[in-house]
């Protein structure tokens, strides 16, 4: 057994011991809301916005982008859960912004290895065999922060299967203060919209 599933098997133990009225937990999030935010392991959505287990729906991908996936699960989350208010949070020093589309797939191509990180970008090390399966994924990277969190939540308000009636909020979270800064091009392109 690797130290890691050791260290996550023996926390799990001591907080399922104290797990207690958790089990009580309605499936809505009590707060209704929902956040689509990045996976990147030094963000902690319910800290960040002070939510405890129950509150909120959190919806994590690579750079918190509105995937096709994320679009499914706000819809489940507002159709089926009943959340009313939505955040899109991107991040500083994101690693969405380090390479392209044709960067990752030429990585790919190369091997499945784990590419390395040089002062002129990614470079693939493994010996191969890759894939060119690659090329045909749109893997959503960003240049330029509050552009990208824009185009997220005008794409959500703008999907079909969006009521009008929610509003969306953009904002970056700043991974050195821990500040939440607004996107407000992206808030006004999110604000509740009158039905037709």
């Known amino acids: 057994m690797s ?8 926390a799990n133990e001591a907080y399922a011991a104290s797990f207690g009225e958790k089990s ?7 707060r209704q809301v929902a ?15 002070g939510l405890e287990e129950g509150d909120a729906h959190i919806i994590r991908n690579a750079g918190g ?5 994320a679009i499914r699960s706000l819809v489940i989350s507002y159709k089926l859960l009943g959340t009313r208010e939505w955040f899109v949070i991107h991040h500083s ?6 390479f392209t589309n044709d960067v990752m797939a030429s990585l790919l191509a190369s091997s499945l290895e784990t590419a390395s990180l040089g002062p002129d970008g990614f470079f693939d ?3 191969g065999p890759g894939s060119p399966e690659g090329h045909y994924i749109n893997w959503l990277t960003i240049n330029n922060q509050a552009q990208s969190v824009l185009e997220d939540v005008e794409r959500i308000r703008n999907h079909p299967l969006v009521p009008k009636h929610i ?4 904002y970056i979270f700043d991974v050195k203060s821990g500040r939440l800064i607004e996107v ?10 009158a039905s037709a």
């Open 3 to 10: 130290d890691i599933l050791t260290h996550i098997l023996g």
């Open 24 to 30: 009580d937990l309605p499936m809505p999030p009590g």
């Open 35 to 49: 956040i689509l935010t990045c996976m990147d392991a030094r963000i902690d959505p319910g800290k960040l916005a």
């Open 65 to 69: 982008r509105a995937s096709d996936d």
């Open 93 to 98: 020093d994101c690693g969405m912004e380090t």
């Open 125 to 127: 090390t493994g010996s």
């Open 167 to 170: 509003p969306i909020y953009g």
């Open 184 to 193: 407000p091009q992206a808030t006004e392109a999110g604000k509740v919209q």
